[in-house]
T-cell receptor
Framework: DAGVIQSPRHEVTEMGQEVTLRCKPI?????LFWYRQTMMRGLELLIY????????DSGMPEDRFSAKMPNASFSTLKIQPSEPRDSAVYFC???????????FGEGSRLTVL | DAKTTQPPSMDCAEGRAANLPCNHS???????VYWYRQIHSQGPQYIIH???NNETNEMASLIITEDRKSSTLILPHATLRDTAVYYC????????????FGPGTRLSVLP
């Protein structure tokens, strides 16, 4: 299996631009998590899905952030408009139901100028 | 999920055992203890988990106290590549459970 695949690996954009991060979970996994990591705040859970349905989005910082999972093999995290404080590494992770072994992607490093 | 408490940092000499503690005094009967680690800028990696009994795999051993209020992750022969942040997480495996990471313990393996 190729593991959790995230794209892009690096993104540099200007304030006000829309950013879309993509994630392909491991086939057969039905839980998907989005995290954000910064030096100041550590690893924060933003939102997670079970069977493509958002279960808890209380970690999403504000309305500028949105996440979708249109099918079992794809999810997006969108920031519109982006701000410099959104600069971070964004991780996607997936797991199978009934297990606690999360598999993480390599992350998307976002820099907003 | 039960709250966990870990020391912010620890040092260990290369080749020696690294013993990383975690307190989870409010753990409930159906909550597992999970350990993950994050090496530099990579995504966290699963290490081991347990419910009541001690567990061992190729990476580490997990010792859970009889009252389950604390646990210790043991890396038997630490190498420089074990330098990482180690996270202790307590959670059930029920449907819909979240997965929250605390600040963890930054382990530095010294030559």
């Amino acid at each position: 299996d190729a593991g959790v695949i995230q794209s892009p690996r690096h993104e540099v954009t200007e304030m006000g631009q829309e950013v879309t991060l993509r994630c392909k979970p491991i086939s057969g996994h039905n839980s998907l998590f989005w995290y954000r990591q910064t030096m100041m705040r550590g690893l924060e859970l933003l939102i997670y899905f079970n069977n493509n349905v958002p279960i808890d989005d209380s970690g999403m910082p504000e309305d500028r952030f949105s996440a979708k999972m249109p099918n079992a093999s794809f999810s997006t995290l969108k920031i519109q408009p982006s701000e410099p404080r959104d600069s971070a590494v964004y991780f996607c992770a997936s797991k199978a139901t009934g297990t606690g072994e999360l598999f993480f992607g390599e992350g998307s490093r976002l820099t907003v100028l | 999920d039960a709250k966990t408490t870990q020391p912010p940092s620890m040092d260990c000499a290369e080749g020696r055992a690294a013993n990383l503690p975690c307190n989870h005094s409010t753990i409930s009967g159906n909550e597992y203890v999970y350990w993950y680690r994050q090496i530099h800028s990579q995504g966290p990696q699963y290490i081991i988990h347990g419910l009541k009994n001690n567990e061992t795999n190729e990476m580490a051993s997990l010792i859970i106290t009889e009252d389950r209020k604390s646990s210790t992750l043991i890396l038997p022969h630490a190498t420089l590549r074990d330098t990482a942040v180690y996270y202790c997480i307590v959670r059930t495996d029920n449907y819909g459970q979240n997965f929250v990471f605390g600040p963890g313990t930054r382990l530095s393996v010294l030559p």
